[in-house]
């Protein structure tokens, strides 16, 4: 069985590095970073959408280009890796996904080509407190088709138009659409470890709520679209991490102590080997589960969880390691090793702690081994 790219999709990924090696430098991303009020990058964001990349997943009879989720990790993979400073995961990866699979006919063709044209901003409001999602956690509720309620935190929340939010009603946990921009939403930006992936906390005060998919079937939902968001969250770990491999064996190599090339030394020898390990280990996960989300089959849980483990350890390493590569000016400002930390830090959150995907993991290997 072959899991690598096809060589139509090795050639939309060359083509996705070639674009963002133009369009998406350091300088953009610290350009968000150094930015205090500035969100995201709006211009990349036309950018990508021009480039249709916000549809390839979404079918064509909804203005997207019907390519499929393997197409979408290729370039997935290729955004983690320039460490692009755009709502891409929060509105491809959880809300399109969200709206694909539990969306009415009605909720696809009015947001489905608003998404894929770049004109829509969405965001997954689903946790309210630090722990594992549980049902139990979530106290926001609806009533009368009203949400009352606080998220937090949300990644994009502070700059998005469109939210997924899970809630209950008469005690069950459902999936609501809830336009930011109308009356009862309020939102208050959160100080993160990576402000180019910006958060927010949203309170909700009787905003309109429109169900999405099954009344009480939300956490059922929710793990569906976490479980899809994780394979693609993995490509972009996965893009990452290589990026600080590249980038500690590039300084390795012209990096002199002694008369030497400090990568002639055993110690950073083992460190870049650790980091490369890692990262493949990471890469056949992530294409299990890219194959696994192509598929359509009841392996993706156990693949996504795999796959998200994998990808979070790699790039938290990779990152790490990268730092401590450059030694004592590794963690300085000038240099852009932090960049790749924060990075690292936040995507290996923003779908829930790899705490709470190794013990899905553990549930998903138990429930394959006792049938």
Known sequence: MDFDFSDDQKFLKTEARKFLDARCGVAVVRGVLDDGAKAYDAELWKAVAGQGWLG????????????????????????GRALAPIPFASTVYFVAEALMLAGSQAQKAKWLPKIAAGEVIGCFATVERPGVLTEAQVQAKVEGGKLTGVKLPVTDGDIADLAVVLAKQAGRGSLYLVELAGPGVAREVLTTLDPTRSAARLVFTGATAEPLGDPGEGMSLAEAILDRAAVMLAFEQVGGADRALEMAKEYAMQRYAFGRPIGSYQAIKHKLADIYIKNELARSNAYYGAWALGAGGSQLPLAAAAARVAACEAFWFAAKENLQTHGGMGFTWDVDCHLYYRRAQQLGLVAGGAKAWKERLVSQLERRNAA
Do not use: R, T
């Open 56 to 79: 390839v997943n979404i079918p064509e009879a909804h203005g997207g280009l019907g390519l499929g989720g393997v197409e979408l990790c290729a370039i997935a993979e290729e955004l």
